[in-house]
């Protein structure tokens, strides 16, 4: 198809405001999927993200359109992920794109993530045509928001176009909208073969499959390839379109959105962002942008049962396979043995390997507490960066410490500014401005450790804001503070796994928390164990379990033989999740409690 025909978008949206279920209507309107195979929320093709309602991987879509014009238009719809650890997926996604639909739902207004991704359009230069979604729901508002829209881009409220992605309607105006404002791509058809990777997944028999915008030239199933930031070569397996299956074809051209099938066999060897062009005669320049993305976040991933070792590393790389953001590496620890560090882009990231490796994997495993990645200067002028607690040198070689900061955006309906504010400053954050967005809402600009952002901010600001705030951030800067290792001694042992970073200020109040929770968390044994925290050799808190007094069945007056057996699998179960630590036994709710200390 010549470029002139061809229309590259991708939808923009905050979390749940629509821009599935109008890819799907698209798709049925486009007759891309026949109305019998069309089920909810198609692009979102794995269980976890459709049961989520998420999106958590890029796809792309071709769909034909024959517009009111009388002429036949090749629509590619490129999905985007819509989860702040996703933003570099994101901004690739975009830079495959001309335009970008804006879909913003009308009883909700423009969140974090909907200005985060205006901006990351803007950035690609990108046509950004807004949308009001939802305007069958009685709490809408489509002209407040619509005003909204025209504050934020400029596009006339009577201009912008309300619908409901839902029941269909206004949604034949949108196709119409991105034939005649979505400009067609201009790339050189006769220069060198060029295409942007803007994800990938993989496949058993193709290896890995990337998604792909070509810039310039044509790519052919019989020429070899090459990778531009990696340097690795390959001959492809297969090129081909979605449609929204993947459909082998004959060529890819400037201007066109596909895959292909690189046959390589880690996504290490081809990266999103990265650039795809011939390996003879290639182009000399590869595509701007490219980075690698790096971990932010770091948690101690252990088998439950410690014989699942090895099922648990084969899930690790299975999982790997699929997603290049993912890094680990086996750990031992000496309260929970054998597992591994693993590193996520963010907190939601964590969650969805956490979540995958239980059910995907069917795997019963512990998760410690999350940490960033410090930065230690050593008295001797050295320095080290570590991502867990346990690898804090001595206290007495240390110079200083450095942890990441966050620039953070809060959206907001005003009335929850002060509520807000308390939060962030108890989290050691700083006011940067206050913006108004109309008369009610704003947006709260601060400076926060990213170690108190992971650790329950998110929930504490939804329940602050009775669900109305939304967040987003970017990593500004290293800081140096006065941070310190807690330890935490159960039954006069420390336990590495429930050590912590935090600042000096905190430590003892931090440590008072940690002490009664774990006296209420593990379960009173056959002997007296003390709980203790510490900051280096001083102890700053304690407590006593006290010995079990009696039997479990003892309660039961030798009678009831059911009841005893009840009992027995009751002690069975809470049994399983619990790890011996030394002589004692630890719930595994206990590694997690670190998460919820005021
Ligand atoms: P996404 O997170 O932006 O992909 O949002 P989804 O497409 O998953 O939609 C989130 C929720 O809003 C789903 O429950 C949809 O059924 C619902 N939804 C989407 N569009 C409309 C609409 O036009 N009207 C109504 N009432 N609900 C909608
Ligand atoms: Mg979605």
Redesign the pocket.
């Known amino acids: 198809m010549t470029q002139s025909h061809i229309r590259n978008f991708s939808?923009i949206?905050?979390?749940?405001?629509?821009?599935?279920?109008?890819?799907?209507r698209m798709l049925e309107m486009t007759q891309t999927v026949a109305d019998r195979k069309m089920q909810?929320?198609l692009l979102?093709s794995m269980d976890l993200e459709r049961e989520r309602?998420?999106?958590i991987k890029a796809s792309a879509v071709r769909m034909m359109y024959k517009a009111k014009d009388g002429e036949t238009y090749m629509i590619n719809l490129i999905d985007t992920p819509?989860h702040v650890d996703f933003t570099y997926e994101v901004s690739r996604a975009l830079q495959a794109c001309e335009g970008a639909l804006l879909?913003v739902?009308a009883s909700q207004g423009i969140e974090a993530q909907t200005l985060t991704n205006v901006y990351l359009a803007l950035e690609q230069d990108l046509e950004v045509l807004p949308v009001v979604?939802?305007?069958?729901?009685p709490a809408a508002q489509p002209d407040e928001v619509a005003q909204e829209l025209e504050n934020l881009i400029g596009t006339p409220a009577e201009e912008i176009l309300r619908?409901?992605?839902?029941?269909g309607?206004g949604v034949a105006d949108v196709l119409e909208l991105v034939v005649k404002e979505v400009p067609p791509p201009t790339g050189n058809e006769d220069a060198p073969a060029r295409a942007l990777v803007f994800d990938s997944h993989y496949d058993v028999y193709k290896g890995v499959v990337a998604y792909v915008r070509v810039v310039d030239g044509e790519f052919k199933p019989r020429d070899q390839f090459q990778l531009m930031a990696t340097h690795a070569k390959f001959d492809p397996v297969e090129i081909g379109v979605f449609n929204p299956v993947m459909v082998p074809v004959e060529s890819l051209k400037a201007g066109e959105v596909g895959y292909i099938a690189t046959g390589l066999k880690t996504m290490q060897e081809c990266r999103v962002g990265d650039t795809i062009t011939l390996a003879n005669k290639g182009a000399e320049k590869p595509l701007p942008g490219y980075k690698q993305v790096k971990p932010m976040v770091f948690a101690g991933i252990y088998p439950t049962d410690n014989d699942d070792y090895p099922e648990l590393r084969d899930a690790l790389e299975k999982l790997q396979l699929n997603d290049a953001s993912l890094v680990y590496e086996p750990e031992t620890s000496q309260a929970l043995n054998f597992g591994f560090r693993v590193g996520f882009l963010g907190l939601f990231h964590m969650e969805i390997v956490q979540e995958r490796l239980e059910r995907e994997y069917d795997l019963d495993i512990l998760a410690t507490a999350p940490s960033v990645k410090y930065e230690v200067i050593k008295k001797d002028g050295t320095s080290i960066f570590i991502d867990s607690p346990a690898q804090m040198p001595d206290e007495n070689v240390i110079a200083e410490v450095r942890e990441p900061w966050m620039k953070i955006q809060i959206y907001t309906p005003q009335n929850y500014i002060g509520g807000i504010m308390d939060l962030v400053i108890k989290k050691r954050g700083e006011v940067v401005t206050t913006e108004y967005l109309d008369a009610n809402r704003v947006i709260l600009h601060y400076l926060m450790p990213l170690s108190e952002v992971i650790v329950d901010f998110y929930d504490r600001l939804k329940s602050i804001s009775q669900g109305y705030a939304s967040l987003d951030y970017q990593l500004d800067d290293y800081r140096a503070d006065d941070l310190v290792k807690l330890d935490v001694l159960v039954n006069n042992e420390p336990i590495d796994a429930l050590a912590m970073i935090v600042h000096r200020d905190h430590a003892y109040h931090k440590g008072q928390k940690l002490v009664s929770k774990l006296k209420e968390l593990i379960p009173r044994q056959m002997f007296a164990v003390p709980v203790q925290a510490a900051v280096g050799k001083r102890v700053i808190s304690r407590a006593n379990i006290s010995a079990m007094r009696k039997d479990v069945l003892a309660k039961c007056y030798g009678g009831d033989i059911t009841r005893k057996k009840k009992l027995l699998e009751k002690q069975k179960k809470g049994k399983k999740r619990m790890k011996m630590v030394g002589a004692v036994e630890v719930p595994q709710e206990a590694f997690m409690a670190l998460l919820s200390l005021d």
């Open positions: 939808i949206a905050h979390v749940d405001h629509g821009k599935s279920t109008l890819a799907d909810a929320q979102d309602g998420v999106t819509g879909v739902d979604n939802k305007i069958d729901l619908i409901s992605a839902k029941s309607i």
